[in-house]
């Protein structure tokens, strides 16, 4: 069972702020699936190789070219609801 | 004459052709059927009244002047709002993206465009793609069709709801772990899932990029492969499409299935599985056997490790897909006031994902996690090889595999939402050839005892959708 610490380590490292009910409410959901996981320790994995991908493909290759744009900048810089100067998103401050 | 928004989409194309009707009036008939249904079954979270009008009056004009058009030109189609359309509203039912415009269009909907479609509007699905139910929407859930108390399944709801109800001539979806295939056979139409690699997932939302694919929801097989047809192929945008030759899916259709060998695998008629739903599949499978297949059973004895192995290996791509998002370059920004970039990383992500986002998020961050990633996620990734090379075996002695799309029909709203463990379960039987990057139709197999859809799933070697299809017109002719 995840403590009320671990629900809120895991939702620290990925970035995502959560209410105390939050936190009560994931916990025993979380622990649930992750109690069903231990399900695969059933199958002997010993000499068997990882699967990443399915397509078959390795180091695919294409010509260094530049493709035509989707879109424009002014079009990109439009999705943003922060302010936009000198064509940059404008963030709060870091430190 | 039928009306209108009931014709399949060789119909469609046929009576454009003869001038018995104009793309206009196909896309008032979809309209009309929205006004009057989507009210209830909310298969649409937008709908572009405009631009539809404007893409069919401009098809009839061309038409009108002589011009050689695609088979899918002037027909109108429900978009899965996972699928970027420039100009016009995406918001993958998040309250994220809640007002997010895309400035460019996924390939897929470039295909589309080229093709001519009209473009009714977006359908709803759970949030990102992330559930089973529709029920994970910020829009709320889609019901369906057949019992306004149940859900159409998902994630894809929407896109299958719109199709069954009439108020789409043929929709688009995604498939991930199921995404096609529940919601189709919950709402009784058809819904292809292709290999993974066969159709571009460039400019759609990506969830769990080593499984998601695209692919679409139809009235008839022969619609199926107009569809793939158009759709199918590699795309620089997307390097996990294989220069494997597409071929002519319509040559498919009238195969003759004698002599076809079918594999029944017996884990998909086991416990936890309907006894009418497995009925229902093996009735089917019988008429085939008539018509000159053969039937053996078969085994796949790790079906029942794809949950545990889907639900590692799905969230772990999900929660690092999904890191992108982060309020700044699009997506909503936080509410409140901010300290510094962090608190506002944490402040957008907190208030712009849904329930079921921030669990799967946090399972992925999870199993990633220093001291568990070799546990959880390098273990989950063997057991999928595993799961491949059973299915590697059956394809040795069979050419098929049909069985039960999901356990049972349509569950009711709300009965499984605050249970994420049991929700996870409906997608067993789906999982197992997502795993594989196998391609799988969903086919209506007849109704359950109080009138709900019941389908079944044909799946085939990776690449083989002509095979997949083959099957499927054969039982729609049966």
């Known amino acids: ?95 | 004459m039928t009306e209108l928004n009931k014709l399949t989409i060789s119909e469609a194309y046929k009576g454009l052709r003869a001038k018995e009707f104009s793309s206009e009036d196909l896309v008032n008939a979809c309209l009309t059927a929205i006004g009057s249904k989507d009210g209830d079954i909310n298969s649409y979270v937008y709908v572009d009244e405009d631009g539809a009008y404007d893409a069919a009056k401009h098809f009839d004009k061309k038409l009108s002047l002589g011009e050689d058009l695609p088979v899918l030109a002037g027909i109108p189609v429900g978009i899965k709002d996972l699928l970027n359309t420039k100009g016009v509203k995406t918001t993958c039912c998040s309250s994220f993206l809640r007002d997010f415009v895309p400035p460019y269009d996924a390939t897929v909907v470039e295909k589309l465009r080229d093709e001519g479609m009209v473009m009714l509007g977006k359908t709803n699905l759970d949030e990102f793609a992330c559930g089973a139910s529709t029920e994970h929407s910020c829009f709320g859930v889609t019901k369906n069709p057949y019992d306004l108390e149940r859900v159409a399944g998902g994630s894809s709801g929407g896109s299958a709801a719109c199709v069954a109800a009439d108020m789409a001539i043929y929709s688009i979806g995604t498939d991930t772990g199921g995404s096609i295939r529940q919601p189709a056979s919950f709402c009784g139409v058809y819904g292809m899932k292709v290999s993974y690699g066969r159709v571009s997932r460039s400019g759609v939302t990506a969830m769990a990029s080593s499984w998601d694919t695209i692919g679409s929801f139809n009235k008839t097989p022969e619609d199926v492969a107009i569809v793939l047809q158009a759709i199918a192929g590699r795309d620089r945008r997307d390097l996990t499409t294989p220069d494997v030759a597409v071929p002519d899916y319509s040559s498919f259709l009238d195969k003759d299935i004698k002599g076809l060998k079918i594999g029944l695998p017996k884990e998909y008629f086991g416990e936890g599985v309907d006894f009418e739903v497995s009925e229902r599949v093996k009735d089917a499978v019988a008429k085939l056997e008539g018509a000159g297949a053969k039937v053996e059973e078969v085994s796949l004895p790790s079906t029942k490790y794809a949950v545990a192995v889907y639900y590692i290996t799905m969230p772990a791509e999900l929660s690092a897909n999904l890191e992108r998002f982060d309020g700044i370059r699009y997506g909503k920004k936080p509410q409140g006031n901010v300290k510094d970039l962090v608190d506002f990383y944490f402040q957008s992500r907190g208030e712009g994902f849904g329930d079921e986002i921030k669990r799967r998020i946090m399972i992925g961050t999870y199993v990633l996690s220093a001291g568990y990633f070799d546990a959880y996620y390098k273990k989950a990734q063997r057991v999928r090889t595993v799961i491949i090379e059973d299915f590697k075996k059956v394809f040795k002695k069979v050419d098929v595999i049909i069985a039960p799309v999901s356990p049972t029909p349509a569950f009711k709203v709300g009965e499984l939402v605050d249970d994420p463990l049991s929700m996870y379960m409906a997608d067993a039987l789906t999982i197992p050839a997502s795993a594989a990057g196998l391609p799988a139709i969903s086919c209506p197999a007849g109704n359950s005892s109080t009138g709900l859809p019941i389908g079944l799933q044909v799946i085939a070697p990776q690449f083989e959708e002509g095979t997949v299809l083959q099957v499927a017109s054969a039982l729609s002719k049966l």
């Not at chain 1, 530049?66 to 709060?92: H, N, Y």
């Open chain 1, 1 to 95: 069972m995840l403590s009320d610490d671990q629900v809120k380590h895991v939702a620290k490292l990925a970035r995502i702020k959560l209410t105390d009910e939050e936190v009560k409410k994931f916990g025993p959901q979380l622990s649930k699936v992750l109690d069903y996981m231990d399900i695969l320790s059933e199958v002997d994995t010993k000499n068997v190789a990882e699967t990443s991908q399915v397509t078959g493909l390795s180091n695919v290759m294409e010509k260094d070219e530049i493709l035509t744009a989707q879109s424009t900048r002014e079009e990109l810089l439009d999705c943003t609801e922060l302010p936009v100067e000198s064509k940059q998103v404008k963030v709060s401050r870091a430190i």
